[in-house]
């Protein structure tokens, strides 16, 4: 998902999104950890996203602390 998609969606939402791509980076863990993962480049993908993710909330709250001051 790229971030300009990222930035139409709810803060809710964008949690949402967070937590599925943690849960789907865990779960390739446990099978890089037993030998039976297929595409170690998704790893890569999901840290990248969930990065973009924490980015564009992060930026929320910025502005959020800069307009209420």
Same mark, same amino acid.
């Given at each position: 998902?790229?971030?300009?998609?990222? &930035? +139409? #969606?709810?803060? @809710?939402? %964008? *949690?949402? /999104?967070? &937590? +599925? #791509?943690?849960? @789907?980076? %865990? *779960?390739? /863990?446990?099978?890089?950890?037993?030998?039976?993962?297929? *595409?170690?480049?998704?790893?890569?993908?999901?840290?990248?996203?969930?990065?973009?993710?924490?980015?564009?909330?992060?930026?929320?709250?910025?502005?959020?602390?800069?307009?209420?001051?």
């Amino acid at each position: 998902m790229k971030i300009k998609e990222l &930035r +139409e #969606l709810s803060v @809710e939402e %964008l *949690n949402a /999104r967070r &937590r +599925e #791509l943690r849960q @789907e980076m %865990l *779960n390739l /863990r446990l099978q890089q950890q037993s030998g039976q993962l297929e *595409n170690p480049s998704r790893l890569k993908v999901l840290r990248r996203e969930v990065a973009r993710i924490e980015t564009v909330i992060t930026d929320r709250a910025h502005a959020v602390a800069n307009k209420a001051a």
